[in-house]
């Protein structure tokens, strides 16, 4: 099994940056697609991002996309979202998960969250106006 943590959340004015990092413990993450989520206050679970167990693909919210980058470091077993010109409706719970990709769907990245089988404890962003 892969154990994944989150660190990297805070509390930051609208217009700034964060990078959040998973790091994964257990498995080496070069088997495994990863993604991002998120979950604000009241509402259901989010799709961030993801990225391809080969790291050549990656996909994006419409909400996130062009503010919002995801990258792995296999040899560090971790994985980045950098977080630019964050806005406050960006406010929420961010997880990170990994899902065992085979070689054949090296190039895929889930997003649905049932798709994903291991999930960290996630690491609060918070964005004030």
């Known amino acids: 099994q892969v154990q994944l943590v989150e660190s990297g959340g805070g509390l930051v004015q609208a217009g700034d940056s964060l990078r959040l990092s998973c790091s994964a413990s257990?498995?080496?993450?070069?088997?495994?697609?990863m993604g991002w989520f998120r979950q604000a206050p009241g509402k259901g679970r989010e799709f961030v991002g993801g990225i391809s167990r080969s790291g050549e693909n990656t996909l994006y919210a419409d909400s996130v996309k062009g503010r919002f980058t995801i990258s792995r470091d296999d040899a560090k077993n971790t994985v980045y979202v950098q977080m630019n010109s964050l806005k406050p409706e960006d406010t929420a719970v961010y997880y990170c998960?990994?899902?065992?990709?085979?070689?054949?769907?090296?190039?895929?990245?889930?997003?649905?969250?049932?798709?994903?089988?291991?999930w960290g404890q996630g690491t609060q962003v918070t964005v004030s106006s």
């Open positions: 257990g498995r080496t993450i070069s088997s495994y697609a």
């Open positions: 998960a990994a899902v065992r990709a085979t070689t054949f769907y090296s190039g895929s990245v889930y997003s649905r969250d049932v798709s994903y089988g291991y």
